[in-house]
């Protein structure tokens, strides 16, 4: 007899809880914008380049090189460590060779040539 009971109380309690539930308030939107003008006027966004690969390069003098390869025609050249200063190299035309500042390197697959040395992943 005590189970019929308990169901009961629990159910007029749970009706009890939800029927103190109202409806939300209605939210007013304040349609001036100060900045509207500004951006529909304003230009595209260009996103950053992506990376299109990543890799690491042992040279035959033991030198290590890290190579980030990019989208936009262009490689970051990083010498001995991750951190190392970064050197931009861009390839004309979108093919390589990649050159720049402080640098060359020569194909983008498992074996490039980095300032004239043979390297390889």
Known sequence: MSKPLLLAAAASAALFALSACQQPAAVTVNE???QREALQNAA???LP????A?????CADNSLFYVDFYNNNTAVLRRGTRDAAPTTLTAEGGNPPFTGDG???SGTGDQVTINGKTCHT
């Open 32 to 34: 001036y914008d100060p």
């Open 44 to 46: 595209p966004v260009q």
């Open 49 to 52: 380049p992506a990376v299109t």
């Open 54 to 58: 990543s890799k690491t390069y042992r």
């Open 103 to 105: 640098g060359t390197l």
